[in-house]
C-alpha cells in the first residue's frame, strides 16, 4: 500500500499528465465537467484501476496465508470470478470471468482469497496472458499446492471499439502449472468444470 505522501506525490504527476492529454485535445479546462477531470482520473488510477500495482510481494503473501491445514487433496475450484482490468496497450478496459483451481498439499486457503488475487494481478496495466500466469504463479509460491490452473476468458474493448472493430470476441487464456498440466485426468477434470 501507498504511504500518504507517496500517494499525494503520484497523484500530482497524473493530474499534470492527464491535464497536458485534455489540453492536446484542444478541449476547454475550464468547462465544469472538466475542471475536475485530471483529479478524478488520477485517484480512480491510483485506488482502483491501477491499485494492484501498490501491491507488494509481502501483501500477496499475506493474502494467501493458510487458512486452513487439511488433509484434503482433491482439487478446488472457484470459477466465475469476474475482473476489469486495463490493457498495457492502449489502456482500455477490459473485463472477463477468471477460474482458478488447485489441489492443495496439505495447505489450503479460504476461496475468497483465490478471488482477492485475481483482482491484485487485474487491477494494473495488463496483457491477458500475464494477468493468468501471474495468478497461477502466485498460488504456486504461496499455496504450495501440487498443482494449479487458471483460465480466464475476457472482452477486450481495445479490440471492440477501435481496431478490429469486434466487439463481442473473447480472448481465452490458460495456464496449469505442476500436477494439473502433468496429470491428463486431472487436466481434464479442470477443464472441463
Ligand atoms: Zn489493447
Redesign the pocket.
Known amino acids: 500500500m501507498l504511504e500518504s505522501s507517496e500517494y499525494d506525490s503520484k497523484k500530482k504527476k497524473m493530474e499534470q499528465g492527464i491535464q497536458m492529454f485534455l489540453e492536446a485535445m484542444d478541449l476547454d479546462l475550464k468547462d465544469q465537467h472538466l475542471k475536475g477531470t485530471p483529479e478524478r482520473v488520477a485517484r480512480a488510477w491510483l485506488e482502483e484501476f491501477g491499485a494492484g500495482n501498490f501491491v507488494s510481494e509481502e501483501d500477496i503473501k499475506k493474502i494467501l496465508s493458510i487458512d486452513f491445514a487439511e488433509k484434503c487433496d482433491e482439487m478446488i475450484v472457484l470459477k466465475d470470478i469476474s475482473f476489469t482490468s486495463h490493457?498495457?496497450?492502449?489502456?482500455?478496459e477490459?473485463t472477463g470471468i477468471a477460474k482458478v483451481g488447485y489441489v492443495p498439499d496439505k495447505r489450503v486457503v479460504g476461496l475468497s482469497k483465490l478471488a482477492r488475487i485475481v483482482d491484485v494481478y487485474a487491477k494494473r496495466l495488463q496483457?491477458q496472458e500475464r494477468l493468468t500466469r501471474q495468478v497461477a504463479e502466485a498460488i504456486k509460491k504461496h499455496v504450495k499446492p501440487l498443482g494449479v490452473g487458471v483460465v480466464i476468458q475476457a472482452q477486450?474493448?481495445?479490440?471492440a471499439c477501435r481496431?478490429a472493430f469486434k466487439p463481442g470476441s473473447k480472448m481465452i487464456t490458460s495456464c496449469l502449472l505442476g500436477k494439473m498440466r502433468e496429470d491428463k485426468a486431472m487436466r481434464q477434470e479442470f477443464l472441463s468444470f
Open positions: 490493457c498495457i496497450h492502449h489502456m482500455v477490459f496483457i477486450h474493448n481495445c479490440v481496431g
